[in-house]
């Protein structure tokens, strides 16, 4: 089968989720982890590093412009980092798959540094709005030309020296806050950015670990980031824990599939991240941590999961900034939920890989369920408990999430869901369907 070709898949359900898992190493982290290794002055390793293909993207990216980034057999990735001001001309276009995190990070890596690239994406990428990206690293002093709309592919001349600046960020977004602090680090003085709403903090916590020098202080208007340039940073020995987004599948298939327990082991439990496990709970989920511990400076630990018979909630919008990435999954349990669920306030869902809540009430919809789509969110009438409908062939937009929310809303469907297309999956988790298989659910590959 050609690349480029979709693969369909539906899933055979095969009963209740039982025994322990492992998910991929957190992807966040896993993307920083290669970014500031490529950084630092020495030989940084890095274990259970996420090896989808946003992650592989970055780590490319980082080769192109001179750091030496290689597996080892064991599994161990090693790199040795070029210095911050020390990024090279790369000799060719950054391609970037389908990963924003890789795009806007490395966007402001490269603001600061007297280089120029060029960043291409495939067709979901090239979608997403770089906007509000481009309009603070230009205030730096990056000259950077993007396609209509502020979209992809995009050209970045940085500056050397750049301009340092206090950044008020206007909605939340963890890989903004990163683009301007990675900006900072090769731009004398201080670079300041004020985060009204918290969002994801692994950039913050993993800079200070490689030495750079970063404050976090509460403001008039938010949480001041502040983080003093030219910094030297230290290579490191990074353990990556699991990741969070990818256990809330298996989290929700385990909740809502009868007679089911599952334990999920070292599951990265960062507050910032944590919004979808605190949302559950709320709907009566039997979630709890065992074996909590702290490695790296993060909170890790193995999350038990029972059935649960669910009750609807109104989820709370300020719960959106920790669980932005797991409205998908959410969307699902509500669908097997005892009332109305009403998820509101999550309007970044628009410019994800996919519409998100264009594309799920879609699926949801097909596969039976009672759907109301808002500007910023669903409300789902649930089942009460009961199977779905099922039936209907899902479009997948390309989004890896979606295809792995509607596999796990099939584990448990009256007829089957055809999904359209398995590729996007490898983004984030490619060994998703053989984990399925292994709690004894079985894909099977449909003709295109």
């Known amino acids: 089968m050609h690349p480029d070709t979709p693969r369909p898949f539906q899933i055979t359900p095969g009963g209740a989720l039982r025994g322990r898992i492992t998910v991929p ?23 259970g590093l996420l090896e989808g293909e946003d992650v592989l993207a970055t780590a490319a990216a980082m080769q192109a412009m001179g750091a030496t980034v290689k597996r080892d057999e064991d599994g161990v990735w090693r790199i040795h980092g070029v210095g911050v001001g020390g990024l090279l001309q790369p000799d060719r276009a950054l391609e970037m798959g389908n990963s924003g995190t890789s795009t ?6 490269v603001a600061s540094h007297p280089i120029t690239a060029t960043f291409t ?12 990206v481009i309009e603070p690293l ?21 500056l050397c020296p ?23 680090l090769n731009t004398p003085g201080i670079t300041r950015v004020i985060e009204p709403v918290p969002t994801r903090d692994h950039s913050e916590r993993m800079l200070r670990g490689f030495g750079a020098e ?7 208007y938010g949480a001041v ?18 990741d969070p987004s990818s256990a809330a599948f298996w989290t929700v298939a385990a909740l809502v599939v009868p007679g089911s327990d599952l334990s999920i082991a070292n599951v990265l439990l960062n507050p910032t991240r944590a919004g979808i496990y605190q949302a559950l709970r709320m709907m009566g989920g039997d979630i709890t941590v065992e074996n909590e511990r702290e490695v790296g400076g993060e909170r890790v630990g193995d999350l038990r999961v029972r059935h649960s018979a669910l009750t609807a909630i109104d989820v709370p919008p300020e719960l959106a900034p920790s669980m932005i990435d797991e409205y998908p999954a959410l969307f699902v349990a509500a669908a097997f939920a005892q009332g109305r669920t009403v998820a509101r306030g999550a309007h970044e869902l628009r410019v994800k890989e996919s519409d998100r809540i264009a594309t799920m009430a879609t699926a949801l919809g097909t596969a039976g369920v009672a759907v109301t789509e808002h500007e910023d969110g669903l409300t789902i009438q649930g089942t009460g408990g009961e199977p779905l409908p099922g039936g ?3 479009a997948t937009q390309l989004d890896h999430r979606i295809a792995m929310s509607m596999a796990v809303a099939s584990l448990y469907a009256t007829r089957p869901i055809m999904i359209d297309d398995v590729r996007p999956i490898a983004t984030s988790y490619p060994d998703f369907l053989h984990t399925m298989t292994r709690l004894g659910a079985s894909p099977t590959w449909l003709n295109a």
């Open 104 to 109: 806007r990070l490395l966007m402001g890596l």
């Open 392 to 394: 209907g062939r899902i």
């Open 121 to 132: 994406g495939d067709a979901s990428l090239s979608r997403r709005p770089m906007a509000r």
């Open 214 to 220: 970063l404050t976090v202080e509460p403001g008039h």
């Open 25 to 47: 190493g957190d992807k966040s982290i896993s993307h920083r982890a290669v970014m500031f290794g490529s950084l630092a002055v020495g030989e940084s390793r890095v274990e």
């Open 138 to 158: 230009s205030r730096m002093g990056a000259d950077i030309t993007a396609s209509p709309g502020g979209r992809m592919p995009l050209m970045v001349r940085g």
């Open 225 to 242: 980031i502040s983080l003093t340039g030219e910094a030297e940073l230290k290579p490191q020995h990074i353990v990556v824990p699991g």
């Open 162 to 184: 750049a301009v340092p600046i206090a950044y008020h960020l206007p909605v939340a977004s963890a890989q903004v806050k990163s683009a301007v602090l990675l900006a900072g």
